[in-house]
């Protein structure tokens, strides 16, 4: 990731928005909780805002009021200096926000460990984004070594809490990775109460959920590969998360709300490296460009939201799956 630190900097003036995704997970709110303290002290008169495009997890919530971080109830982005958006690769992610964000004349810094859309690219004035990178936190965190800074004790754990929320408590990332990791740790020192703040039991409509996923699953069989899909009103995530848990090499879960249809990608690591086929890239882009909505995310992870019909998009996303995994077999 390169970028001119004097240029980000002359954007940190008057009012700027660090817009979070929706349903913000902690890695989106840590980021922008993180950079906030980074721009406040780069410029002192900057008034920095967090805003929760569509809500937050419950987990999210529950770290937001652990470290105090405070998030604006109100907003307009006709009063903003410059746009900041964190962890969303998407405009649909930000909800009615993505469509008052794209009209906006003021400038756009995206800052993303995901595969980006190609609106993004075309709106973003300053465009940080590295998918080597673990988590939106440690790209953040980097941003403090750019400056010679060092982040304060409680940024260092909200930094760390992202990190070890999206690197799945610390068990994958690259090199980068572990050496935030250490040299967070040097600042605030305490990883059993970084993972103590994730670690919480299922509520039970999530758990409800997830057992509705399983119990209206279809399994297929792609090239000797267990492809299993579902349907849920919510939770979509943690129910892919659940079914590849349960044995499935790819995971795809749709739920529909008032004509919008949300559905998670999953797979595991082995069915990315031995098939070549990335979720983000080549099935949840395309889903989102074929109904009309926007799709993005990882080689083992990605989301697409879409004004359609669930059984389609589904239908859609296997047929994405097969065609793109026979072509790479026979490359």
């Known amino acids: 990731m390169s970028f001119d630190p004097e240029r980000l900097k002359s954007l940190l003036n008057g009012r700027i928005l660090l817009l979070c995704h929706h349903n913000a997970d902690p890695d989106s709110i840590c980021s922008a909780h993180a ?68 009209s906006s004349d003021a400038p756009k810094v995206f800052i993303d460990h995901h595969s980006p859309h190609p609106d993004i690219m075309r709106l973003a004035t300053i465009f940080l984004v590295d998918e080597e990178a673990t988590s939106t936190c ?25 990190i070890a929320y999206d690197s799945k408590h610390f068990t994958i990332g690259t090199t980068e990775t572990f050496k935030a990791i250490s040299e967070l740790l040097e600042i605030d020192g305490d990883v059993n109460e970084v993972i103590a703040l994730l670690t919480s039991e299922m509520d039970r409509s999530e758990r409800i959920a997830r057992l509705k996923a399983g119990q209206r699953t279809r399994v297929q069989d792609i090239g000797g590969w267990i492809v299993a899909t579902s349907h849920v009103s919510s939770f979509q995530a943690s129910a892919a998360r659940g079914l590849i848990g349960l044995g499935a090499d790819v995971a795809i879960v749709a739920g529909s709300v008032r004509d919008v249809v949300r559905m998670s990608l999953r797979s595991t690591k082995r069915f990315h490296e031995e098939s070549s086929v990335h979720l983000g890239m080549d099935v949840a882009i395309q889903l989102g460009e074929e109904f009309g909505g926007s799709g993005s995310g990882h080689s083992t992870s990605a989301g697409v939201n879409a004004k359609a019909k669930l059984q389609p998009m589904l239908r859609r996303a296997i047929e994405l799956i097969s065609a793109d995994f026979n072509e790479k077999k026979s490359n």
Do not use: C, H
């Not at 495009?53 to 109830?73: H, N, P, Q, V």
């Not at 405009?91 to 469509?99: I, K």
């Open 35 to 102: 950079f906030k303290e980074l721009a406040s002290v780069l410029n002192p008169s900057v008034d920095a805002r967090i805003i929760l495009t569509g809500g937050a997890s419950s987990l999210s919530k529950r770290i937001t009021t652990a470290l105090g971080i405070e998030t604006a109830s109100a907003a307009s982005v006709e009063e903003a200096n410059a746009l900041f958006v964190f962890d969303a690769a998407t405009l649909g992610q930000l909800e009615e926000w993505g469509d008052e964000l794209a």
């Open 138 to 162: 440690e790209i953040v965190y980097r941003l403090y070594r750019s400056y010679g800074m060092t982040p304060s004790n409680i940024v260092a754990k909200a930094l760390l809490i992202g």
